[in-house]
């Protein structure tokens, strides 16, 4: 077996291979978009061949660069490249695209597909993605990095199109790359001038060098992407610009090789054809049946071998760097294996002893900032951030530093008003390994960046959302910022984990669940209003990460179970109590991650709430519709479903049915 020889010929022949197993699998899976991948195919073989430092061996290697394809639809681009270069993704997963079960999926998908760095489809996000891990790449090499010793040194690249720059969160993400100048963040723009739509000038008639040089990036236009030798030169343009992202516009055909529909809308989302895929294998010269690939041509493609050279030459890099800096080395490691500090336990322990000790009311949101004046020291992986709501959100803490020009290893980002982006960017920097992010907002305007948390839930990254001003309660600014289904809605996505706690040891406790789940994000849902801290003893304590727990038993025998989550607990103690007072058992149980107490085994939720008690009522100020689980149709949810108005909160309050006495008569209802 030999490889092709280096010429411009043979390039075409290694991008054509490419182009031909995405048209049989599309064309096998009797779906899909297979022209994108084909007008894209002599870019990729130049990035992938020529400049691209990875190992097939070892998809998880620290310091590879990272490749995005943000225009996720053209997923088989991506499935050939891995499979050609000699990732673990033999030919049957190929011919399986689509597939239940395969490796293949309609669009790459994270831990699924080896070498997928991340899940994109929905068009914008990856580029967002990517911004993060060019980000992350920047803040960790200035914070480990050590003069000659340079153990993080990658680049990020990323593919996108039409689709992507006409997303919203693709201005939110570009801003924030050029703003930190992200020199190690390249783009390729598939500039083909088709959608699914059609020719996209009807719609789509941006400036978009203008655009991308007015954010600060440095933009090579007029790229023939078909061009091989153009492409290599704009990257090694690219290269050599340290201090601005670049955009590489690429003039590209869409279909690139088809005779009869290359530069149509019709390839966009459906399969060729069998007269067509003929047509197009006497078009390329390609000879070969379906999914068929010459030895030659895999030797050429093959990059398992470099990849293995260029690994080891870091590995060397550092072990020098271990015996320099082994303290520097060991955390190095620590962070980027995701691990929490070997003295984690003893750490929590503190926070909860220190924090216990306060008894007058606060709100959870400085509750929160609480914690992270407390743990935040000690965590160096934090990275935090704000939508430009710091001061209400609360997410600093007395030593962060912003990341700036100045401060390029800081922990801190502001990300500006720009939810959807921050979102999109967090779960970047959570994917590139070194960090666990976290960033700040109102509860309300989760709604800009919902479908980020999402793709956040369906990757299962660890990442952390900080949701603020969680109510009516935060009264005057009215319904427009007043939350009432967003807890709800957060709840309904699968694989999130939403946290409303009632005071500080709560909201620590969620602090500490949400930094230990490796497997999927975690809401953090806080007041504005103060909140009174409620007494427990250690056994108590420790059931908060359960996600729920009898917090007050009034009485022996309860005729009826009291449930309640962050500011209406204490509404609702106060409504046991005179319950009690006048003859009847209650049970109070605190209720502040719905999803985490239903994931408990059934003998616990059997201590908590026995099955044996129908009269069950739960209080919460938001949409009910979640809590039917719980208290079942015998039961009542004290909730809303209605926007309310601009007044100060206890008015809200009142005039929404969440006063003591008001509760107290709802539960009456129950016993009579």
Not at 188 to 196: A, K, L, R, T, V
């Amino acid at each position: 077996m030999s490889c092709l020889k280096e010429t411009a010929g043979s390039r075409k022949i290694l991008a054509d291979a490419v182009r031909i197993l995405s048209i049989d699998a599309v064309e096998a899976a009797g779906s899909g978009p297979p022209g994108a991948p084909m007008g894209m195919a002599d870019i990729a073989e130049v990035l992938w061949r020529r400049h691209l430092k990875h190992n097939p061996m070892n998809p998880g290697w620290a310091d590879r660069d990272r490749f995005v394809l943000s225009n996720g639809h053209a997923s088989m681009l991506l499935y050939s490249l891995l499979h050609l270069s000699g990732y673990d993704l033999p030919i049957n997963e190929l011919k399986r695209f689509r597939q239940f079960g395969s490796r293949t999926p309609g669009h790459p998908e994270y831990r699924h597909t080896p070498g997928v760095e991340t899940t994109t489809g929905p068009l914008g996000q990856g580029l967002a993605n990517a911004v993060g891990f060019a980000l992350a790449e920047k803040v960790l090499a200035a914070q480990f990095n050590r003069g000659e010793h340079c153990i993080v040194d990658h680049k990020t690249y990323v593919f996108l199109g039409d689709g992507c720059l006409m997303e919203g969160i693709s201005h939110e993400a570009a801003a924030i790359a050029g703003t930190q100048r992200l020199g190690k963040l390249i783009a390729f723009y598939d500039d083909n001038n088709i959608s699914i739509d059609g020719e996209v000038s009807g719609w789509f008639t941006d400036d978009t060098p203008s655009r991308f040089r007015a954010y600060g990036w440095q933009v090579i236009e007029a790229v023939d992407g078909h061009n091989s030798e153009e492409i290599h030169q704009a990257i090694l343009a690219a290269k050599n610009e340290t201090d601005k992202p670049t955009l590489i516009c690429c003039k590209t055909t869409i279909g690139q090789g088809s005779p009869n529909k290359a530069g149509t809308h019709q390839f966009h989302g459906a399969p060729l054809g069998e007269a067509e895929v003929a047509d197009v294998r006497r078009e390329l010269n390609w000879p070969h049946q379906a999914f068929y690939i010459p030895d030659d041509i895999y030797e050429s493609w093959d990059a398992k071998e470099a990849g293995e050279l260029v690994e080891a030459e870091w590995n060397g890099q550092f072990h020098r760097y271990e015996q320099a800096f082994p303290d520097l080395a060991a955390e190095f490691l620590r962070r980027t294996h995701g691990d929490l500090p070997g003295d984690w336990k003893a750490l929590k322990q503190q926070c909860l002893e220190e924090l216990s000790t306060l008894d007058k009311p606060i709100a959870t949101r400085k509750s929160s900032q609480n914690v992270l004046n407390m743990m935040a020291g000690r965590l160096p992986e934090l990275l935090g951030g704000s939508a430009d709501l710091t001061p209400s959100n609360l997410t600093d803490w007395s030593s962060c530093q912003s990341i700036g020009e100045q401060t390029p290893g800081g922990n801190y980002m502001h990300y500006g008003v720009r939810e959807f982006g921050m979102t999109a960017i967090m779960n970047g920097i959570a994917l590139h390994s070194g960090f666990v992010p976290f960033g700040g907002t109102f509860l309300m305007f989760m709604e800009y960046a919902r479908n980020a948390v999402r793709m956040a839930a369906l990757m299962g990254i660890r990442s952390i959302q900080v949701y603020t001003h969680d109510s009516i309660g935060l009264g005057e600014d009215g319904p427009t910022h007043q939350p009432v289904e967003q807890v709800a809605s957060l709840r309904l996505i699968p694989n999130l984990e939403t946290w409303r706690p009632c005071d500080q040891v709560e909201t620590a406790q969620a602090w500490f669940s949400a930094l230990e789940r490796i497997n999927g994000p975690t809401a953090l849902v806080l007041s504005r209003q103060n909140l009174s801290q409620q007494p427990r003893n250690s056994e108590q304590v420790k059931n908060i990460c359960r996600g729920g727990y009898v917090l007050q038993d009034f009485g022996d025998q309860p005729e009826i179970v009291l449930i309640a989550t962050g500011s209406e607990v204490e509404l609702c103690r106060q409504a046991a109590a005179k319950i009690s007072d006048e003859g009847h058992s209650v049970r109070l149980v605190s209720m502040p991650c719905l999803e985490r107490f239903l994931a408990q085994s059934a003998e616990y939720r059997e201590s908590v709430i026995p099955a044996s008690q129908k009269n069950r009522v739960d209080v919460e100020c938001g949409e009910p519709t979640p809590w039917y689980q719980i208290v079942g149709t015998d039961g009542k949810v004290i909730g809303m479903n209605e926007f309310a108005q601009s007044a100060p909160a206890q008015e809200l309050f009142a005039a929404y049915g969440f006063t003591v006495d008001q509760i107290v008569a709802r539960i009456k209802t129950l016993l009579d």
